[in-house]
């Protein structure tokens, strides 16, 4: 028979469980099945990545959902993937080719993408390997990579369909550039920083007269790009000069003042400086006003011919040398300090430059509208709910996106020129041969690739075979739910949606789940620099996976992000110790415990009180935890399954059904209740397994494994007949090959719940927690005796302690233990606690009378804290008018109780002094 080792070594049995699952399939969906689908498609990490908290986090979840709906019966589908990251995975290999002494630019497009693959082959699956470490319970026959044969197919077939119905154009508009990266960035991918700057006010001599005016800049560089000033048509202090002409310093070009609502008079002077091929706002200026657009800028941030003695200058070093000339010119009127957002590249945090330039764009706004309404009327819904202002805001003040990026690595537009005509030719398949207008053999590719995110935002079909009609596509399409962070809603969830419905006519997933950042334990970013950076890696290896699943999820409150720390780490792993140990003492203790005897029906009336109790709690916690799931409110599922586990059964239930398990020479009674201990313990410890699976799935198995070991076989024997449903749930479960796939605990049986058991039981507990305070604070040690008087009016409650007087002896070390109406006896000097209405007295040396003096002091003024809470709460009128009535009058209750329970503490005291 397989035993628990003594201690849980996480390491062995996590490479053991993993490989098993895997290699029986037990991860793999089944496009032809008569269940009902659950999908999720995960979003895809970057092949540069390796798994951080936020990954552990997310997966983690994801994992729960999807582990949980496998065990519910559905044909669950969790489909893994990575996404190529044009960006992130282009500047790394840029990275290991410098190292090596060369660049890409050498090496030309073609080999360039060839070494990228090779580095995806050899580094890139790096994330996938340390998800499998995590205990993602992904279909893996189903991966798949955003620039895989078939992905691309898919994004060069939208492409061309938006094209062909004219949402998808080239033009030269304003953009954001990366000098370092030298591509486009979307609006999503630039990432603002308010930074501490300056406000240099230039003095523009007028063309006529000796006079001049003071524009305010904080880009003193671009004033070389300027072709206009401009005033806010309502400010009378310039209405004099709209019309005329200043002289830009430096390069001498006479620059006409004109009128434009768009200036505010409050800023600077009131006056500004027009850089249309500079400022996105100066571009739309500049429309309105024909202005000329100059460019003055390099690719690189360099500055090109057009800025004169400046030419070849970097754009920092430019502005230095221009603001020295400036000054010996005395053309700066003053500097002023000035906060502003400064936007970065959000891939390699360097400042961006507006910047014309020639790009594909897609037109949003006829593409927004349905995925507006498909919120608006609950077709997807976000959880936290609030996350839905952050999804409308960026809809409804949508831009056309920008969809080149000036990068060898990625999707390559599938457009090609004429060199005869210069018609576009796009193509979703086959290269052209030749051009469809004029027939010319010439064509050259668009030299760009697409954003990483054009691809992304098609994930949820393309990875089931889209534009092919597939049978996965069929299935799992929608997908269930989303589970990612709300820094990607407007980057990738708000496309998707626009995407499926433009191509699939549905919403992508039914539901969006946004999980909690993590922070480490003071709320700060974890980073390099700062040094407070929690591998996950490092975590798995020291306290198991299981561990930090258990730490996520507790922590994974809705609306709140998550400070993590060892010292949280340290408190899960001592839960999954705790589980260890008391499985282990069950199995030991259960040997002996037959099929037969376990599948004979449980009858409530032939049960002791902890055993009807435990069955009571036990069919609530399941409830508790059904509803908790429902709702993804992950740390009440774990909080509640922590105090079960824990309290109710170790600290509780295992503790007083001992001397049942250890008892020799027992009448055939007596060995029937402790038959009646052992299939509890045993069901219970089964069901457990079911439901911490889905969080934390190896210890489970190991554990889970060993009760299947035992009672699998014979459960086949025994006719349904002759079990009760919890007894039934029990052996059905342990007909499958893995607790994975065994079936969900949805429910126990309504039978075993009962308000008086678990009053009377919470009666008793409260006593002996009384007891153990009492002795606890006065510092007496456990192996000492010592005498117990308890004593109540109520002759229900003496009847109850009186008949669970073992319950007392065998958990706490009594000498002489007497339950009564009054305490009738002298007592030169005891401790005193109470209970409701009943006082428990423990007779102590004289010696210890000014410690118990203390206790009690602090005792009565914790209970008048928690009186004042209680009467403000039921003064406040907003609480009276919303909370229900039942909870009104328990609150009345709890304030009537404590003020009848410090009333008898004051009088003790009284009596002590």
Known sequence: MTVLSKRYAPQAIEAKWYEFWESHNLFRADANSTRPPFSIAIPPPNITGILHMGHALNNTLQDVIIRQRRMQGYNSLWLPGTDHAGIATQNVVERHLLKEGTQRQELGREKFVERVWQWREKYGRTITRQLRRLGASCDWSRERFTMDEGLSRAVRTVFKRLYDEGLLYKGSYIINWCPRCLTALSEDEVEYEDMQGKLWYIKYPLAEGRGFISVATTRPETMLG??????????????????????????????KIIADDFVQKSFGTGLVKVTPAHDPNDYLIGKRHQLEEINILEPDGRINENGGPYCGLDRYECRKKLLEDLEAQQLIEKVEAYVHAVGHCYRCETPIEPYISLQWFVRMKPLVEPAIRAVEQGEVRFIPKNWENTYFHWMKNVRDWCISRQLWWGHRIPAWYCGECEHIEVSADEVPARCSR?????????????????????????????????????????????????EIIFFWVARMVIMGLKFMGAVPFREVYINPIVFDEHGKKMSKTKGNIIDPIDIIETYGTDSLRLTLCAYATQGRNINISLKRLEGYRNFTNKLWNAARFV????????????????????????????????????????????????????????????????????????????????????????????RILVLILEGLCRLLNPIIPFITE???????????????????EQKGRLVHQFFAALQKESVMIADWLESIDHQYVHEGDEQQMSLIQEVIYCIRNIRGEMNIPPSMATDVYITTEDASRRSLLASRETYLKNLINVNTLEIRERLDISLRFASTGVVHDIEITIPLPEDLRAQELARLRKEITKMQTQEISLTKKLQNKKFLAKAPAAVITAQKSKLEQLQLERSKLESKLQQIQ
């Open 438 to 486: 004029c027939g010319a053999a010439a064509l050259r590719q668009d030299e760009d690739v697409l954003d990483t995110w054009f691809s992304s935002a098609l994930w949820p079909f393309s990875t089931l075979g889209w534009p092919e009609q597939t049978r996965d596509l069929q299935t799992f399409y929608p997908t269930s739910v989303l589970v990612t962070g709300h």
């Open 587 to 678: 199995l030991m203790n259960t040997a002996n415990l037959s099929a037969e005897a376990i599948a004979r029906p449980i009858n409530r009336k032939e049960l002791l009180l902890e055993d009807r109790w435990i069955l009571s709690v036990y069919s609530r916690m399941v409830e508790s935890v059904n509803a908790a799931l429902k709702t993804y409110d992950f740390d009440v599922v774990v909080h509640t399954l922590y105090q079960f586990v824990w309290h109710q059964y170790c600290d509780w239930y295992l503790e007083l059904v001992k001397p049942r398990l250890y008892s020799q020479g027992l009448t055939a009674t007596q060995e029937q209740s402790r038959c009646d201990a052992q």
């Open 702 to 720: 190991e554990i889970w494994q060993i009760i299947r070991e035992r009672y699998a076989s014979a459960g086949t024997r025994l006719s349904a």
């Open 226 to 255: 300027d072709t206009a000033v401009a005033a806010n048509p309502a400010d009378d202090r310039y209405k004099h000069l709209l019309g005329k002409f200043a002289i830009l310093p430096i390069l001498n070009r006479p620059l």
